[in-house]
T-cell receptor
Framework: GQQLNQSPQSMFIQEGEDVSMNCTSS?????WLWYKQDPGEGPVLLIALYKAGELTSNGRLTAQFGITRKDSFLNISASIPSDVGIYFCAGLSLGGAQKLVFGQGTRLTINP | EAGVAQSPRYKIIEKRQSVAFWCNPI?????LYWYQQILGQGPKLLIQFQNNGVVDDSQLPKDRFSAERLKGVDSTLKIQPAKLEDSAVYLCASSPQGPQTDTQYFGPGTRLTVL
């Protein structure tokens, strides 16, 4: 089945640093999404990407939809304590019943 | 706008027992999803409803899992009998009908522990 490989699995950074994480797949997706999940909560959508090559920002977050449609990255600039959590990439499969396929997540920890 | 509601938030059962989870989606959302999220992994889709019809249940272990969405609003997910490997967070999500159906809003989840 379709799988997304997300890296790194975890990150430990200092407050104020920039963060970069990425997601790759052997399959093509027509939509890439990035979610953040806090403990005890469901994932919350951060950014949605709909076109290959698209670069989209949401505040300090920037994400890009890879040209090959098989990858995406998420950058967070000037990290703050509330950025702590688990970040998931998700791809929306082509055709038929659209189904979200999630990566395994990147756990972000920030040292103040 | 109220979000997706789920109950209970936590459930502990013994293997071979039965359990049911309830989800109330965002008002007006036509599509409802149930996901299983095992610790350390991303959510995995179990079943997708469009109104009260099943769109995709290809990853639902139908020998023990069942789900229904009566009247196209609330939904219940049942496991009978439960196995140890069913320990996970069960997330419900909903999305509005239309071009933005990729925008799914998740509930807080039900954390199931099977002993």
């Amino acid at each position: 089945g379709q799988q997304l490989n997300q890296s790194p699995q975890s990150m430990f950074i200092q407050e104020g640093e920039d963060v970069s994480m990425n997601c790759t797949s052997s399959s093509i997706f027509n939509t890439w999404l990035w979610y953040k999940q806090d403990p005890g909560e469901g994932p919350v959508l951060l950014i949605a990407l709909y076109k290959a090559g698209e670069l989209t920002s949401n505040g300090r977050l920037t994400a890009q939809f890879g040209i090959t449609r098989k990858d995406s990255f998420l950058n967070i600039s000037a990290s703050i304590p509330s950025d702590v959590g688990i970040y998931f990439c998700a791809g929306l499969s082509l055709g038929g019943a659209q189904k979200l396929v999630f990566g395994q997540g990147t756990r972000l920890t920030i040292n103040p | 706008e109220a979000g997706v509601a789920q109950s209970p938030r936590y459930k502990i059962i013994e293997k071979r027992q039965s359990v049911a989870f309830w989800c109330n989606p965002i008002s007006g959302h036509a599509t409802l999803y149930w996901y299983q999220q095992i610790l350390g992994q991303g959510p995995k889709l179990l079943i997708q409803f469009q109104n009260n019809g099943v769109v995709d249940d290809s990853q639902l272990p139908k020998d023990r899992f069942s789900a229904e969405r009566l009247k196209g609003v609330d939904s219940t997910l049942k496991i009978q009998p439960a196995k140890l490997e069913d320990s996970a967070v069960y997330l419900c999500a909903s999305s509005p009908q239309g071009p933005q159906t990729d925008t799914q809003y998740f509930g807080p989840g039900t954390r199931l522990t099977v002993l």
